[in-house]
């Protein structure tokens, strides 16, 4: 009989008490034996799926966010265990882009009828040990923003809780002092945030950041985007969007650049962010690893 270990994180803003029990039901109804280990704290994602690997478990379907998502994910790189994804957080970013539905009973089904599909990863390393990120690596005020939004707001409002915390930094918007270095080339930049994206769309289905992104490339994709006032955010934003749609190409305020390996240093420093979870600050270094994790998605 197949093996499932399901993750369950308590507190996800979209969580609710029978979820992880109807996802259970979806499996066992096929034929698994599933079982279910609830979070206190965002190491423990990584230790359930970590264990689970070591037990011989054919599956780790996770119900939460990209933060959760992320966490277990890292125990299973490279390890041929796919990863199942049941959205529960606030962004669910990585689903979003891998087309998984949010209905919790429409995922699970998914995960049992769906494909093992290889992704690539952006591993960065740590004071603690290696971080690992499926949807990007951001500095400046996109870290401002994550880190600004406590999870007690997250769970009211789901992703409206970023979109709060935003309005109320946006006035503070300014551009700092860049140097990001990729693939050795060094490229100097007055930006509000850099991101460093692995996945194509930061806002599923709505926003994309260039028509040659993909999850599985193989590189990783870098955005500046340049901001001194609220306008000239909202600015980048939409021509970020513009470029995708009718390729308008790069500007004084919005630059693109790709590879396998970036370094984001800032004057100030600024902070990080990995997947929606604040991460120190910069310097911080981004290496992509391809097909580094199994997921259970539809064909792409």
Known sequence: MARALLIANPVAARTSPDVAETVSRVFRAAGWQIDIRETTSPEDSRTFARDA?????????VFGGDGTTMQAAASLVDT????????????????????IPLGPV?????????????????????????????????A??????????????????????????????????RSTRF?????????????????????AEVIPPLVRIG??????????????????????????????????MFETGETGYLRYARGREITIEADPIEPVQFDGDLAGSTPVTAVVQPGALRVMAPEP
């Open 53 to 61: 690997v070591t037990a011989g478990f054919d599956l780790v379907a």
């Open 106 to 138: 429409q995922a699970a089904e998914l995960i049992l009828r769906g494909r093992s599909r290889a992704i690539d990863l952006g591993r960065i390393e740590r004071d603690d040990g290696p971080h690992y990120f499926a949807v990007a690596c951001g």
């Open 211 to 244: 028509p040659e992104a993909r999850i599985d490339d193989g590189v990783l994709d870098v955005l500046f985007v340049s901001a001194d006032s609220p306008w000239q955010a909202v600015r980048g934003v939409w021509r970020a969007m513009a470029n995708v």
């Open 140 to 173: 400046g005020a996109d870290a401002r923003v994550m880190g600004g939004t406590d999870p007690d707001t997250k769970r009211r409002l789901g992703i409206g809780g970023y979109f709060n915390t935003l309005f109320r930094v946006l006035p503070q918007i």
């Open 80 to 99: 041929g265990v796919p990863l199942g994804l049941v959205p529960g957080g606030t962004g669910n970013v990585l689903a979003g882009n891998l087309r």
């Open 179 to 199: 140097a990001v270095t990729v693939d050795g080339v060094r490229i100097e930049a007055q930006a509000a945030v850099v991101l460093v994206l692995n996945c």
